[in-house]
Each structure stands twice: as C-alpha cells, then as structure tokens.
C-alpha cells in the first residue's frame, strides 16, 4: 500500500510539473539593435573606462554589455535569449578589419548572441565582403546564428556566390525552431524596404517585398511548427508620427499585415522605445542605436499566448563594470588596426587631435540649428584648399554623419572619436571611408542644385544638405524652383543665368556625388544638372573624379573626409593643453540659406 501511494504521489508530481511548464513558462528576451561596432562605446572615446566605474560618461560598449549578459544569463540560462535586429556593423574604426579578421561576429557569439540578422550596413562593402567577414568569423571559432527569410541571391552572376553559399550550408537562415525552458520559439528575420534602398552595393543581392515573405513564413511556421512563441528580427523599423501620439512606418504595417507574429524585435530607424508598441496581438520593441540601452522583455506563455510582458531599458552606462577578457581582446585588436591601417596616416589610434567646450550635434529634430554638419562641410574645403585643390564649395548630407562630437567631461577627442563622424564607405585604396571627390557644373546648374537644396530642406532626413563656400538666398514664398534669388560663392556674388558658361567645382564624397547625376530621376525630369571634369566632359563614374592628396607618390592618395576633420582641427588656436580648441561659431548651426522676402 505504501509503495502504491508513493507511485501515485511521484505520479501526480511529475503531472504536474509537466502540466505548468505546458501551461506557464517565462522567458528573458534581451535585444540589441544598430550597434554600428561601437565596441568601445559612444562618446569622447579617450574617456571610456568600461573596468572602472563611476568615473566616465560614455555610453555603452561591449565589455559593459557582456557584463549585462552574464548577469542575466546566470539567473536561467535556459530562459534567456539574446537577439540583435541588425546593422551591428559599420560605424569604427574596427570595422575596417571584420572582413579579414571576422573579429566582431566572433566576439558576439563569445558573448552570447544567440540570433541575429540582415541589416543594410552589412553590405556596405558588397556581399563578398560580407561573405568574407562570416568566412573570418568562422575560422575564429563562428558567429551568432543569422536569421534572414527575404534575401534573394542572383542566379547570373558570380559575385554574390560566396554569400549564396554560406547560405545554401544553412549558416544563414529563413528561419530557426528553438527550444527555451520548455517553450518552442521560432525566430525569422527580414530586411525592409527602406533598408534595402539605402543599400546600393548590395547588389546583385536583392530583397522580396518583407510584408510578403512575413506572411508566408508565418503562415508555414504555424502550420509546420505551431510555435509558442514567433518572434521576427525586423531590419526595417518605424518612426513616431508627425503629432506625436502614434508610430509608423514599415514594422507597424507588418505587424497588421502578420498579426501571427508575437514580437517584432526592430531596428534600422534608431528610434527608442521605453514602451512596447502593441499592434493587435504583436509587441514591438527598439533600443535606439549604438548600444546606448539594452532591452530586456520578461515574458510568460500561457496556452500559446503571451499573458505577461514586461519591458525595460537599460542604460549601458558607467555603473556598469566591464568584462575584463572581453575589454582586453578589444584593445588587441585596437592594436591591430593600428598597425594595419592608422600607421599608413602616421596616426595612432591614441592620439589627442582636439579639444571641444561644447558638443557638436546632428539633430534630425532640428537639422537646420544642427552644427555638426557646417563643421564638416568647412572641414572638407579647408583641407583640400590646404593641399593647393581648388574648391568653390562643399557639400555634406546629414544621412553621411554617422556620429556627433561630444565634449564628455574633458573635451579630448581622439582619432577615433573623428573617424566615428564620417565613418562610412571605402574608397579604391586600403584606407577606410569614402574619398573626397570634385566634379564641375555650370552656374545655372549650381541655380538649379541650390533649389534642390531649397527644396528638400522642409523635409529634413537623410537628404539634408550642409555646405561651405556656398550661401543661397530664397524667398520661401516664391513658386517651387523660383524660390532663390541671390547665390553667393565664397562671399562673391555670381551670375547663374545661362550666359555664364564659367564652371564652379564642387567638392563631396563619392557617395553623395553620385546623387547628383540622378538629380533629373529624383525630381522627376524637373531639374537636370550634368557632373563634369575639369574639362566640361560629363562624368558617369566619380571613382575617376576622386582627389589625389598627394600627386608626387605614384597612385592616387585619396582624400578621406574624416582625415579632413583631424587636419582642420590642427588649424585651430591651441589650449593651455596645447591641443586645438574649436572655435565658438561653430556653436551656431547652419547659416548657408537666408530667407528673404520681396
């Protein structure tokens, strides 16, 4: 009799075990999004200390964020999950050797990502490149697993192949089924439309509509799997409206489209969200960008339905203290890229190039007031003008400055701290960022450029365009592409009527120069200017149009706009410290557009 009892309590104990952990099982969700390989944080970088606390102001990085995970991993392991929503490159100086090192991928696995996906950025040197970069990783010792259910691969061509196969041995994948603390999770993830726009050198790779492949996939997993939990890792993210009372954009309307999906996990947009939007059944949830904050969803299943969901932010700040391994694997490979790259500039990654009593800020809220990008702008032309390169003026868009200038507690900015700034693209050499180069248009097309920039200034984003040397007046009340009335070139007024035939050189990246051939598609055949060479011929290639810094070394020494920065800086009067100090004008935010009224 005993023993009958005993069975039949161990029988209706391990019942009931069985029948909670069907019924109610929680889980940690911690998410990264956009972290742009900001290994060693965002802000003045010579005052990040991630081993020390309470002495700095600077934000995030990955030692403090490892700490956070170890944290939160010894709790219950089996019910944690750590996810990134894309973009974890391009942004440092580190970025420059992921594709022959794989370092960052590989590091992110060693601190336990267990999923990520697709952002734009990892296409920013082509999908070989990318390839190249998971290949490296691998040999390290691999990479978080990659989730991406739209890439399409090109069956005519060669050069998106070695990505295609990393895919084809399911090292990237549409999707994923999981086990965590007894729940059975999908993950999937997508890349946006906007993101696959902004990404032109990731062709031949293209993307299927996302709204599309998420409600086939959904579909499926249901279906196949029926999943306790669908979360998808969406590289396509949403905005706050123009009251101010709603979001928008494309992960909102993929949450309607796919209502099956439980939690968007988001990124792309930068945007932070300190509580989760709820669309029908589905959670979405942002960090912002650069590791600033982690998110953390605590979560409880019941029946398939998610009956408990908590969110928050944390700051990855300085009363965190860093992972020490991770922090000294950083520094190594800090030394690295010295020896690889910053040596080429007889640079160091160390050195102090500048001092700030005031931050320098793109702020997409107020571009015009923002003073960053008329810092740039003059930077760029007074480099060149330095070098003996003739510039009428410059020209920088907001969507290319990539990180503001932060005074932090001392002002002592560093060469990493100017690289952050214009830290996008590569040029034809082995030096990081894109080339300076120099194109020519008449004086009506430098008219018909400035009602461009006139034109598009209302709407702010990625499209707003600084300059130096160049100040346009427009009366706001005048017809569309009537509006400026007086153009100035470096203080002298100058005749934009047809009868003009002198030719004003233009200076920018290659990136944004190759804009301005497609003025006449973007405007919808309103507007047609035509980039030329010094000798009137038009130009469809600006990789020829890029500036040689130094024409007595055989090749082309290109000028990158970030060393501009640094030698602009060196122009600057010296602080009792001996570094330069930026002046005070450039508190002020952007004075190339005067409004007049007739």
């Not at 290994?39 to 030692?63: C, K, M, Q, R």
Request: hydrophobic share 35%; glycine share 8%.
């Amino acid at each position: 009799m005993k023993r009958l009892i005993k069975f039949i309590l161990s029988v209706n104990f391990i019942f009931l075990f069985v029948f909670s952990n069907s019924e109610a099982q929680e889980l940690v969700i911690l998410h990264t999004n956009d972290m742009h390989s900001k290994l060693t944080g965002y802000g003045p970088e010579s005052e990040y200390t991630p081993t020390i606390t309470n002495n700095d102001v600077t934000l995030g990085g990955f030692a403090r964020l490892a700490t956070l995970f170890d944290k939160e991993k010894s709790k219950n392991k089996d019910a944690t999950l750590i996810l990134d929503a894309g973009d974890f490159m391009m942004g440092s100086l580190f970025h420059i050797a992921e594709a022959e090192t794989g370092f960052q991928l590989n590091l992110m696995k060693e601190m336990g990502f267990d999923y990520m996906t697709i952002g734009n950025h990892e296409f920013d040197f082509g999908p070989e490149a990318f390839a190249d970069m998971l290949n490296a990783a691998e040999e390290k010792g691999g990479y978080p697993d990659i989730v991406c259910s739209n890439i399409i691969f090109d069956k005519n061509t060669e050069s998106d192949d070695a990505l295609e196969k990393i895919y084809n041995d399911n090292k990237i994948k549409p999707f994923d089924i999981i086990k965590k603390n007894g729940l059975t999770i999908a993950i999937f993830g997508i890349l946006g439309k906007d993101a696959s726009s902004v990404a032109p050198a990731k062709k031949p790779v293209t993307f299927e509509e996302p709204e599309d492949a998420a409600e086939k996939i959904v579909k499926m997993l249901k279906e196949k799997y029926n999943p306790d939990l669908i979360i998808c890792l969406s590289h396509s993210g949403f905005y706050l409206s123009e009251d101010g009372k709603s979001y928008v954009g494309e992960d909102i309307e993929l949450a309607e489209k796919a209502p099956d999906i439980d939690i968007i996990i988001s990124g792309h947009t930068h945007v932070k969200t300190e509580k989760p939007i709820k669309i029908n059944n589905t959670y979405i949830v942002q960090t912002g960008a650069y590791i600033r904050n982690l998110g953390k969803i605590s979560l409880k299943v019941e029946k398939g339905k998610i009956t408990k969901f908590d969110y928050r932010l944390i700051p990855v700040n300085d009363e965190i203290e860093g992972n020490v391994e991770v922090y000294e694997e950083i520094l190594k490979q800090e030394e690295y890229i010295n020896r690889k790259y910053l040596s080429k500039l007889n640079l160091n990654y160390k050195t102090e190039i500048g001092q700030t009593n005031f931050n320098l800020i793109r702020n997409y809220n107020d571009l015009k007031n923002s003073n960053l990008g008329p810092f740039i702008a003059d930077a760029d032309r007074y480099y060149l003008t330095k070098k003996g390169i003739d510039v009428d003026f410059s020209l920088v868009a907001s969507g290319t400055i990539r990180e503001d200038i932060l005074k932090g507690q001392k002002g002592i900015l560093t060469v990493p701290d100017a690289f952050r700034v214009m830290s996008l693209g590569k040029g034809l050499d082995d030096i990081p960022g894109y080339p300076l180069a120099k194109i020519y248009i008449t004086a009506s097309e430098v008219k018909k450029l400035s009602e461009i920039i006139v034109m598009s200034r209302p709407d702010g984003g990625d499209g707003y365009l600084y300059t130096s040397g160049l100040k346009i007046y427009a009366d706001p009340k005048k017809m569309m592409l009537r509006k400026v009335q007086k153009i100035e070139i470096n203080g002298k007024n100058i005749d934009f009527s047809k009868k003009n035939k002198k030719m004003y050189s233009v200076v920018a990246n290659t990136y944004l120069l190759s804009f301005i051939g497609r003025i006449k598609e973007m405007s919808h055949g309103l507007v047609k200017v035509v980039p030329k060479d010094e000798n009137g011929n038009p130009v469809t290639d600006m990789n020829k149009q890029i500036i040689d810094i130094n024409s007595e070394k055989s090749g082309i020494q290109e000028a990158k706009e970030w060393v501009a920065l640094i030698e602009f800086m060196k122009s600057f009067e010296k602080a009792e410290s001996g570094l330069p100090v930026i002046p005070d004008k450039y508190k002020n935010g952007d004075k190339s557009l005067i409004e007049i009224t007739k």
